[in-house]
């Protein structure tokens, strides 16, 4: 879906500006009619996808704070439409406001909270319209936008860190890419050059480090043009879909990084269920979200037949017993959160023991990355100086022998 910007009025109204999501510009024009609107004049696509995102930049609209704003309103008891308001008086942007606006002139037309939120495509996480539905119906939405507040904060501070720790390890392996690039490109060329004012045949560590150096001076492009014609080969032998499960897969297995990526998937399909069970979404209903919210296919294959377990009366720690991706405390900390009633909160803990022991791998991670880089660095230094070094010692050796002919 695209969203259309139009200047448009209702009946008795000043002309405003207006988003309209929809799949073509006459299914926009035709809800314009609908919302009894008359466009003034069209200003284009907005430049947002389904998925919230522009083809050219990042959207302005940010869900999670729209929803921390949210959840303090509506446990003060204030109407829904007049929260909105509210938020939309404070929005950061113009693009946010349009946002929330959008959200109001929806309420107005006597529409679900819930389905707003699903007729925004990706901008909302794929649980969020569920839970905001399970709180229109029990009658607790307050509550239920409090916990997804609560989610989507512990989501975005657990990226955080996975960004902030990262800085670090990155910058050291920049500066090592920049060095290894000028020993190649500026320091082995300026010594080759002697033995080509001397007219002699250079040694072969030094014409291998040469032929690297004109290489990486001339003819670097070659790289990323290799792996994109490779990548799109194999796209169409192999199809987007089998090639994106492929290297899902390859992923998977490769040391300690594989077990981190389940480990994050895991945080997010347990928070999952913790929070639709907390907050009474259906058992079955509960499976199939959380299912979605896993994003590699390798994974998300081993959650398929779990609602069909749940249907054939077996409990959630029976179905989910044998699956290789659970972690091991897992299911039987679960049965004992069934025999005590207590499965949201017992998910909720594991969960949380989850995520701690993540961090704990991520930072393991990059303490051996550091290293790792250094030692490469000290490796390419040491190969280019024993090189030259044993190119010092020909030239010396010619000199020395020089007089006595």
């Known amino acids: 879906m695209s969203l259309y910007r139009y200047i448009a009025a209702a009946p008795g109204e000043a002309p405003h ?35 919230g995102h522009s083809a050219w930049r990042k959207s302005k609209i940010d869900t999670c704070q729209f929803t921390r704003q949210l959840a303090p309103l509506l446990a003060a008891n204030i109407p829904l439409e007049r929260a909105l308001s509210i938020i939309a008086d404070s929005a950061p942007n113009a693009e946010q406001k349009q946002f929330v606006n959008a959200m109001r002139q929806g309420l107005h037309e006597g529409k679900k909270f819930s389905d707003l939120v699903r007729s925004q495509g990706g901008l909302f996480p794929g649980y969020y319209a569920n839970l905001i539905e399970s709180g229109e119906e029990s009658g607790c939405l307050p509550q239920a936008v409090a916990e997804l507040y609560k989610f989507m904060s512990e989501n975005r501070e657990l990226k955080g860190f996975i960004i902030s720790s990262s800085i670090y390890p990155l910058a050291i392996l920049g500066v090592t890419l920049i060095v290894t690039i000028l020993l190649f490109t500026v320091f082995v060329p300026r010594f080759a050059k002697i033995f080509a004012d001397m007219g002699r045949e250079m ?7 040469m032929g690297a150096g004109t290489f990486f001076s001339y003819a670097w492009w070659l790289i990323p043009l ?15 879909e089998l090639l994106h499960y492929r290297v899902s897969a390859l992923f998977l297995k490769l040391p300690a990084v594989g077990k981190i990526i389940i480990d994050l998937e895991m945080c997010r399909y347990i928070r999952t269920l913790a929070i639709l069970l907390a907050n009474h979404v259906e058992i079955i209903r509960t499976v199939r979200i959380a299912g979605k919210i896993i994003v590699n296919p390798v994974v998300s294959e081993a959650f398929d037949h779990i609602d069909k377990k749940l249907k054939s009366g077996e409990k959630l720690s029976a179905a989910l017993h044998g699956n290789t991706y659970i972690p091991q405390e897992m299911v039987p900390m679960l049965r004992v959160g069934e025999e005590t009633g207590s499965v949201g909160e017992m998910l909720e803990r594991i969960a949380a023991n989850l995520e701690q022991d993540t961090r704990t791998k991520i930072k393991r991670l990059l303490s051996l990355f550091e290293p790792a880089v250094i030692v490469f660095l000290a490796l390419v230094v040491l190969v280019v100086v024993v090189s030259i070094f044993a190119a010092m010692m020909e030239i010396n050796s010619i000199n020395q022998g020089g007089p006595s002919i």
Do not use: Y
């Open 203 to 209: 040694p072969p560590s030094m014409s291998f480090l």
């Open 226 to 240: 290799v792996i994109v014609s490779v990548w799109l080969l194999l796209k169409q032998q192999w199809g987007k």
């Open 17 to 51: 500006e207006i988003l309209i999501e929809a799949d073509s510009l006459r299914e926009a024009q035709g809800k314009l009619r609908s919302r009894k609107l008359t466009p003034i004049r069209f200003c284009g696509e907005a430049g947002l996808a389904a998925d």
